[in-house]
């Protein structure tokens, strides 16, 4: 008697460990799953906005309409910049340097943005630009754009 006893309960016991088994195989696969699926959903859509700025990045287009002193002696230097391309543009900066001497002075803009077609007047004064022949007008745009010109003073 104490033997069949013994081998229903074993018998039990072994469909038991089975079904707590199945159970934590079930639960580890499903979490699994659900956690692969939300990092293949972000990797998507990171992929997705790189390969748009990318894009977004090779149709954009400015060029410089207008770059001149107003004055004689030079002390302000305006700056027209036009977009040409089909997307809007965002000039962050424009840098006016001379190579020779290590001059730099950099605007800042706030309000750079451009549409399709349209274009944008920067005024920059300092009273350091009469004292060089030649300066280099760099803009500079939020994705990393850049276009440049010369200017004679």
Sequence with gaps: MN???????????TVITSAIMMTAVTIMGGA???WSQTSLNSQQMEMADTANDYLNKINESMTFEY???????????IVVITNVGDL???VSKVT???KQSGYTKVQSLSKGQIMSDGSISVV???SAFQLFDVLDITASTTRGNIIQ????T
Excluded at 3 to 13: S, V
Excluded at 67 to 77: G, K, N, W
Excluded at 149 to 152: F, L, P, R
């Design 149 to 152: 010109t010369q200017i004679h």
């Design 67 to 77: 770059v001149y002193c107003d004055s004689d002696p030079c002390e302000t230097i």
């Design 3 to 13: 033997l069949k006893q013994a081998r229903k309960r074993r018998a039990l016991a």
């Design 88 to 90: 809007g543009v965002d």
């Design 124 to 126: 920059i004064d300092d």
């Design 96 to 98: 006016i340097s001379d």
């Design 32 to 34: 699994g799953v659900v």
